[in-house]
T-cell receptor
Framework: DAGVIQSPRHEVTEMGQEVTLRCKPISGHNSLFWYRQTMMRGLELLIY????????DSGMPEDRFSAKMPNASFSTLKIQPSEPRDSAVYFCASSPPGHPYSPLHFGNGTRLTVT | GQQVMQIPQYQHVQEGEDFTTYCNSS?????IQWYKQRPGGHPVFLIQLVKSGEVKKQKRLTFQFGEAKKNSSLHITATQTTDVGTYFC????????????FGKGTHLIIQP
């Protein structure tokens, strides 16, 4: 079990640049979540996919954020243009089908710093 | 919307002392999950509680779900340095993980 794989682990960019975060969920998992973690706000759910379809994106901060899941093994979270307040750790998590309350399996996260 | 409050925010204990963190929801929960995040790491699933009044144990860890299914607690007996980290509760009021709301966590600091 390779776990949820995220890349890059660290990203430092300048304000105004485009940032793309990547996630490979665990094989066989059909739900995928993007979370953002900061000291002030804790873990915030940004968007949730089920069977590659976005179900709930109400947590996406604004139009600068977008997420895609073109297939069952890959998802991206894009920020364009990035701003210093976007600095945070971004986690991707996946969960398996067949259970109403499936536990989340988190990736190692991407630490984003926007200067 | 659903809110999950967790206290305390920080807890300092001497190694060997007990530790408890509490979780309270503004709405009745269908289930509650607990996660642990080590410093610099990612949240790792510990356990899930579903039934009213449920109690589950994992070695030195005891998890409880309140009778009204609006609160939960995690108790660690005789803490060890390996217990250091942040403990999160995550509550769900619907029928799937899309409704999972995380508390802000309790940071456990252990002094040897």
């Amino acid at each position: 079990d390779a776990g949820v794989i995220q890349s890059p682990r660290h990203e430092v960019t300048e304000m105004g640049q485009e940032v793309t975060l990547r996630c490979k969920p665990i094989s066989g998992h059909n739900s995928l979540f993007w979370y953002r973690q900061t000291m002030m706000r804790g873990l915030e759910l940004l968007i949730y996919f089920n069977n590659n379809v976005p179900i709930d994106d109400s947590g996406m901060p604004e139009d600068r954020f977008s997420a895609k899941m073109p297939n069952a093994s890959f998802s991206t979270l894009k920020i364009q243009p990035s701003e210093p307040r976007d600095s945070a750790v971004y986690f991707c998590a996946s969960s398996p089908p067949g259970h109403p309350y499936s536990p989340l399996h988190f990736g190692n996260g991407t630490r984003l710093t926007v200067t | 919307g659903q809110q999950v409050m967790q206290i305390p925010q920080y807890q300092h204990v001497q190694e060997g002392e007990d530790f408890t963190t509490y979780c309270n929801s503004s709405t009745t929960l269908s289930n509650i999950q607990w996660y642990k995040q080590r410093p610099g790491g990612h949240p790792v699933f510990l356990i899930q509680l579903v039934k009213s009044g449920e109690v589950k144990k994992q070695k030195r860890l005891t998890f409880q779900f309140g009778e009204a299914k609006k609160n939960s607690s995690l108790h660690i007996t005789a803490t060890q340095t390996t217990d250091v980290g942040t403990y999160f509760c995550a509550g769900e009021s619907g029928g799937g993980a899309d409704g999972l709301t995380f508390g802000k966590g309790t940071h456990l600091i252990i002094q040897p």
